[in-house]
């Protein structure tokens, strides 16, 4: 069963404007982590954060993660075209195995 | 530097043959192997994982299999497709020292099945 829920489904937005995407998960974890996919490609890690973390940066990246609320989100600010692409979550718990939530399909309008 | 190869890109068969999907990891050693199913505009649903050499958790009952003969290498078979075995495969590694979780993917295999 996916673990993390992602939300928007989809989500269409201007170049230059911020893409922001949330996900919520069910039992506690260890880390949480952000992937990107290109249509039709494997999976790319974008970033990863710790359960004792708040918020990390990277480039054009940020993640806050709230345990309290089981719920991370991931912004991607002064989107470019080249941002398109479907964003997931995901999380290791107790299990170890980095389980997915269902994607935010992103669309940046050049 | 650690890489991962998965193969074929894409495969069309037909229902009823069989199936084998191999992946090789390079650069690490006693890798966690995964193996993912994609359906179309959904998540990764997790079909197989391995901690080691001949050992295969699966997670949901179906008409596949997985091996690993070898540490860096993990396959997946079918001894007769589905029509509903249709859809994108990606394999993944996990066990970068100090990273726990951090997850590495091929790029994928698209199966259709005819």
């Known amino acids: 069963s996916q673990q993390g829920e992602e939300d928007p489904q989809a989500l269409s937005i201007q170049e230059g404007e911020n893409a922001t995407m949330n996900c919520s998960y069910k039992?506690?974890?260890?880390?949480l982590q952000w992937y990107r996919q290109n249509s039709g490609r494997g999976l790319v890690h974008l970033i990863l954060?710790?359960?004792?973390?708040r918020e990390k940066h990277s480039g054009r990246l940020r993640v806050t993660l709230d345990t309290s609320k089981k719920s991370s989100s991931l912004l991607i600010t002064a989107s470019r075209a080249a941002d398109t692409a479907s964003y997931f979550c995901?999380?290791?718990?107790?299990?170890?195995?980095?389980?997915f939530g269902r994607g935010t399909s992103l669309i940046v309008h050049p | 530097s650690q890489t991962i190869h998965q193969w074929p890109a894409t495969l069309v068969q037909p229902v009823g043959s069989p199936l084998s999907l191999e992946c090789t990891v390079e650069g690490t050693s006693n890798p966690n192997l995964y193996w993912y199913r994609q359906a179309a505009g959904r998540g990764l649903q997790l079909l197989f994982y391995s901690v080691g050499i001949g050992q295969i958790s699966s997670e949901v009952p179906q008409n596949l299999s997985a091996s690993r003969p070898q540490d860096r290498q993990f396959i997946l078979s079918s001894k007769k497709l589905l029509l509903s075995d249709s859809g994108f495969y990606l394999c993944?590694?996990?066990?970068?020292?100090?990273?726990?979780?951090?997850?590495?993917f091929g790029q994928g295999t698209r199966l259709t099945v005819v």
């Open positions: 039992t506690s974890i260890n880390n």
């Open positions: 995901a999380t290791l718990g107790g299990s170890y195995i980095p389980t």
């Open positions: 993944a590694w996990e066990g970068r020292a100090g990273v726990e979780g951090e997850a590495f």
């Open positions: 954060i710790r359960s004792n973390e």
